[in-house]
């Protein structure tokens, strides 16, 4: 794929769009915050207008974020493969005596924990299914144990879909029960669970998740009390433009309101194994230009409200998420160590990614490497290659992935 249409200027770039679509673009640029008839209207262009659309996320990109391109060195850990939700879009949920389930002890994710921190992990992703019979206070043990072992490790932990299970199985009020988690070593929680925060659309991708409401109430009641999160959107299985739309419109308004996201990651479906795609009710994942206008659009719509988009390269693919960071992308995710959600639906990455590769593929796109914390704080930067060893490019995947570090 040629994804370096950042070679034409930006002038040019509209000068060859049409001028309503050229307009619009220069009114973003400008600093106008982009309406949703406007964004609906922008996921509907094609050939000039499309590479207008992309250079024009890209320079805003560059004025939101500059041209480092960030990482974090962490490790998934999934926890248990237990799940009692059933959801039909994941394919890795199994019931407790199935095949291939399984519930790690306290003692194996320490382990785990401590072999991530001497690889120079800092921050530990921590998401598991729902067990029917699962100590609501679990998610707090799992905490305390990593903690003692590891004061100075930052938990990204726990979907608002867990969370409110904790809430259920404790009966504690919910601002509780996060403070609660909170003292005992959370740092911050992944904006998952959030699919399309359409409840219509939700009934049919799994009608015991929970509902738009509740998850907002999560995050929201998370953010004021000094937790932030990320925001996460679904894509590719059975929803429209429309619906980005209406889901990126509500993250807006949420950040406007609290601040609390750190970050925007687009998730395109991992489809392969999925009972949503085998009943031929979900399409076959997203089409490369789905995924170059759900990042673009993003940069687009949060210009001015979430700094930070990530190309999810488990989901997208090592060629597919260097595209999206010429597309309004600005960072890379993690290094994850091992991974289990998207694997299990078809992935075909989602092991581990050097910090050394990350480094040798942000230059091959173009831009500086830079190593960051959960939030967004620099650790270290890496403006030349002088000195480091060259990593050897991955081999090119058979055919396209579908995959990510959950949803």
């Known amino acids: 794929m040629d994804w370096r249409w950042n070679d034409v200027s930006l002038e040019e770039a509209w000068r060859l769009a049409s001028p309503g679509v050229a307009r619009l673009l220069e009114q973003t640029i400008a600093g106008k915050p982009l309406g949703a008839e406007e964004a609906l209207k922008l996921t509907e262009v094609d050939g000039a207008d499309f590479l207008a659309l992309l250079r ?21 850990i999934n926890f248990t493969n237990i799940c009692i939700v059933g959801c039909r879009f994941c394919g890795f949920g199994r019931a407790p005596k199935a095949e291939g389930s399984y519930f790690l002890p306290l ?23 729902l067990p029917r019979d699962l100590d609501g206070y679990h998610y707090r043990n799992i905490l305390l144990a990593i903690k003692t072992e590891l004061p100075e490790i930052h938990i990204h932990a726990f979907s608002p ?3 409110v299970y904790g809430v259920e199985k404790t009966g504690l009020p919910l601002p509780e029960y996060l403070l609660m988690l909170k003292e005992a070593g959370l740092g911050s929680i992944p904006g998952t669970a959030a699919e399309v925060l359409d409840d219509d659309l ?16 999560v ?14 959107l679904m894509y590719g299985h059975i929803e429209e433009p429309r ?10 308004e949420i950040q406007a309101e609290t601040g609390g996201f750190t970050e925007f990651v687009p998730l395109a479906f ?75 639906a078809g992935a075909t990455f989602g092991e581990y990614v050097s910090p050394e590769e990350f480094q040798a593929m942000i230059r091959d796109a173009g831009r500086v490497p830079a190593e960051r914390t959960t939030t967004y704080e620099l650790r270290q930067v890496f403006p030349s290659r002088g000195g480091e060893a060259a990593v050897p490019p991955r081999p090119p995947a058979v055919h396209r992935p579908y995959s990510g570090t959950g949803y």
């Not at 619906?243 to 807006?252: N, Y």
Request: net charge positive; with cysteine.
């Open 202 to 217: 939700r009934r049919i991708l799994s009608q015991d998740k929970l509902k738009v409401h509740r998850w907002v109430e």
């Open 219 to 232: 995050v929201t009641t998370a953010h004021r009390l000094g937790i932030p999160t990320t925001s996460t």
């Open 270 to 344: 991992v489809h392969e194994k999925t009972r949503l795609f085998r009943s031929g009710k979900g399409r076959a994942g997203s089409t490369a230009r789905e995924d170059l206008l759900v990042h673009a659009l993003a940069r687009l719509f949060f210009h001015g409200s979430i700094r930070n988009i990530q190309a999810s390269w488990v989901k997208l693919g090592f060629e597919m998420s260097k595209a999206c960071l010429q597309a309004g992308a600005n960072d890379f995710g993690g290094t994850l160590m091992e991974e289990s959600i998207s694997k299990s």
């Open 107 to 129: 003692e194996e994710i320490v382990a785990r924990a401590v072999e991530a921190r001497k690889r120079g992990a800092t921050e530990l992703c921590i998401q598991g299914g």
């Open 161 to 163: 879909m867990e969370i």
């Open 243 to 252: 619906h980005w739309i209406r889901h990126m419109l509500l993250l807006r």
């Open 56 to 76: 024009t996320a890209d320079e805003l990109r560059r004025r939101a974020v500059g041209d480092r391109i960030t990482y974090v060195v962490n490790r998934n």
